[in-house]
């Protein structure tokens, strides 16, 4: 039997050591907001945060998990529900087209936002590159960290500053 600290609760599994993070949580914990993609750690689909750090969770023992707290998508919101900036940003910019990558997307942007608050385009290329999107909607992605950062207003929003005539 294994404890595992999961968005901020303790569980006890009862899995083989070796098995990917992704399938404990996604079939032994029906947490299915974390996606399986490639299953080769290339596309970042399946992108939890392990101690606070994006891992792929496809390929990640659980057994490196014991010990450490794991936050799934569904643990990235307020204890009382409330959406997190990197994920109202993902709404402003309708970021998503099909969404599969988005769980993974948001994983990442929002490990990127608590290490660097004020990201160039330069440090989310870095920290979103092994983060793919088949629906190509990068420039949304990278638009939705700058709003979530406080950089750029949301979609929509008053601008700020005197207009021209």
Not at 57 to 82: D, F, L, Q, Y
Not at 120 to 127: G, M, P, V, Y
């Amino acid at each position: 039997m294994m404890k595992l600290t999961i968005n901020g609760k303790v569980t006890a599994v009862d899995v083989d050591p070796a098995m990917p993070i992704l399938w404990v949580v996604r079939e032994k914990l029906g947490l299915t907001g974390t996606k399986f993609g490639c299953g080769m750690a290339l596309c970042g689909a399946c992108t939890v945060h392990l101690d606070g750090r994006p891992v792929r969770s496809c390929s990640t023992p659980i057994a490196e998990a014991e010990g450490k707290a794991i936050t799934t998508i569904e643990g990235v919101a307020g204890p009382e529900g409330e959406l997190s900036k990197v994920q109202q940003a993902w709404i402003s910019e309708q970021v998503p087209q099909c969404g599969y990558c988005q769980s993974g997307q948001i994983m990442a942007a929002t490990a990127l936002l608590r290490d660097n608050p004020s990201p160039s385009d330069a440090d989310i290329d870095a920290a979103m590159a092994g983060n793919l999107c088949r629906c190509g909607t990068y420039v949304r992605i990278r638009r939705a960290i700058k709003v979530a950062a406080g950089l750029e207003p949301a979609k929509g929003a008053p601008q700020t500053g005197s207009a021209q005539a």
